[in-house]
C-alpha cells in the first residue's frame, strides 16, 4: 500500500469551485492509477475521477463531466481534483486512492486509500 495525504476540500455554495490534492509517498510504483472518489451518508462509495499515471487519460463519471478536472503533477507524485461548477448533490467525503486497475473508477481494484475529506455544497 502508499500512504496518500489528501488536502483541501470545505464549504461552499453552489455554483462555486473547491480543490483537492493528495500526494502519494512511498513505493508509486506499485500503482498506475490514481482516483478520487466519494460517499454521501448512507450511499456507497462511487467513482469521480481517476487517470492511469503513463499518460495522464482522465476517465469521469458522468456526473460530473465538464465540472471537474483530474490532474497529475508527476515530480511530486501528487493528484488533483479541481471541482467546479458545484451542486449541492456533489456534497460527501472525498477520498483519493491509488492501485493497479483495469476499471479506473471502480474502488474495489484500489488498495490505497486517503483519510478523506469532506466537501459540503449549499444551495
Known amino acids: 500500500q502508499v500512504p496518500l495525504v489528501e488536502s483541501g476540500g470545505g464549504s461552499v455554495q453552489a455554483g462555486g469551485t473547491l480543490s483537492l490534492s493528495c500526494r502519494a509517498s512511498g513505493y508509486t510504483y506499485s500503482y498506475n492509477a490514481l482516483g478520487w472518489f466519494r460517499q454521501a451518508p448512507g450511499k456507497e462509495r462511487e467513482g469521480v475521477a481517476a487517470l492511469y499515471t503513463s499518460d495522464d487519460s482522465p476517465f469521469y463519471a458522468n456526473s460530473v463531466l465538464g465540472r471537474f478536472v483530474i490532474s497529475q503533477d508527476k515530480a511530486r507524485n501528487t493528484v488533483y481534483l479541481q471541482m467546479n461548477k458545484l451542486k449541492p448533490e456533489d456534497t460527501a467525503m472525498y477520498y483519493c486512492?491509488?492501485?493497479?486497475?483495469?476499471?479506473?473508477?471502480?474502488?474495489?481494484?484500489?488498495?490505497?486509500w486517503g483519510q478523506g475529506t469532506q466537501v459540503t455544497v449549499s444551495s
Open positions: 486512492a491509488a492501485g493497479q486497475v483495469t476499471r479506473l473508477l471502480n474502488p474495489s481494484e484500489y488498495n490505497s
